[in-house]
């Protein structure tokens, strides 16, 4: 079995500082990672994720993720925020590899950017 | 290419009544998962199609029910409305295994009210 913990429920943050949003995981064996951002009233979109290989990872819009296999954790970080980026942040884990595993996903983390 | 469109986006439903919805995922994406979102309960997961056949199913009572047709379009129930079931219905359609780190692409989701 998986599972993902998302550290903060909340993050508030001015506009362009730096944000951290945390993610860890439990998997056994390996696994991909996934953030999905939603923005209100809509579905998640997919962020960015981890396959294999590099272990960072980014996204067009100026969002970075570092796999640490060692610590289990997948965080989101991004150096300058705008206030745009106000949205809820998941974090989601799958089972590497073929067959059908469903991602279980974390409780996400509401990212508040003040002016 | 069009994206995951769900029907309707709101429905306001009375208790014990029944609901459809209806998701059709983007073309040629087999794989249709449904989650219902809350705020206490974050994703759940309810199920996954994959060519017209259920092959995941989540911790959910038999009131919840789906399908999926020819097409890959897909439909959920939920009998016997209670309280409690009212959530944000998100569809989810990919690859499915044939490119199982591919991630989902997420509908705009459905607001179920019940009353």
């Known amino acids: 079995a998986q599972s993902v913990t998302q550290l903060d429920s909340q993050v508030p943050v001015f506009e362009e500082a730096p944000v951290e949003l945390r993610c860890n995981y439990s998997s056994s064996v390996s696994v991909y990672l996934f953030w999905y951002v939603q923005y209100p009233n809509q579905g998640l979109q997919l962020l960015l994720k981890?396959?294999?290989?590099?272990?960072l990872v980014e996204s067009i819009n100026g969002f970075e993720a570092e796999f640490n296999k060692s610590q289990t954790s997948f965080h989101l970080r991004k150096p300058s925020v705008h206030i745009s980026d106000t949205a809820e942040y998941f974090c989601?884990?799958?089972?590497?590899?073929?067959?059908?595993?469903?991602?279980?996903f974390g409780r996400g983390t509401s990212l508040i950017v003040h002016p | 290419k069009a994206g995951v469109t769900q029907t309707p986006r709101y429905l306001i439903k009375t208790r014990g009544q029944q609901v459809t919805l209806s998701c059709s995922p983007i073309?040629?994406?087999?794989?249709v998962s449904w989650y219902q979102q809350t705020p206490g309960q974050g994703l759940q997961f309810l199920f996954e199609?994959?060519?017209?056949?259920?092959?995941n199913k989540g911790n959910f009572p038999g009131r919840f029910s789906g399908r999926q047709f020819s097409n890959s379009r897909s439909e959920m129930n939920v009998s016997t409305l209670e309280l409690g079931d009212s959530a944000l219905y998100l569809c989810a359609s990919s690859l499915g295994t044939a490119s199982p780190g591919s991630g989902y692409t997420f509908g705009s989701g459905t607001r179920l009210t019940v009353v």
């Open positions: 073309s040629g994406h087999r794989s």
């Open positions: 989601a884990v799958r089972r590497g590899g073929g067959g059908s595993y469903i991602p279980t």
């Open positions: 199609y994959f060519s017209e056949t259920q092959r």
């Open positions: 981890y396959l294999s290989g590099s272990t």
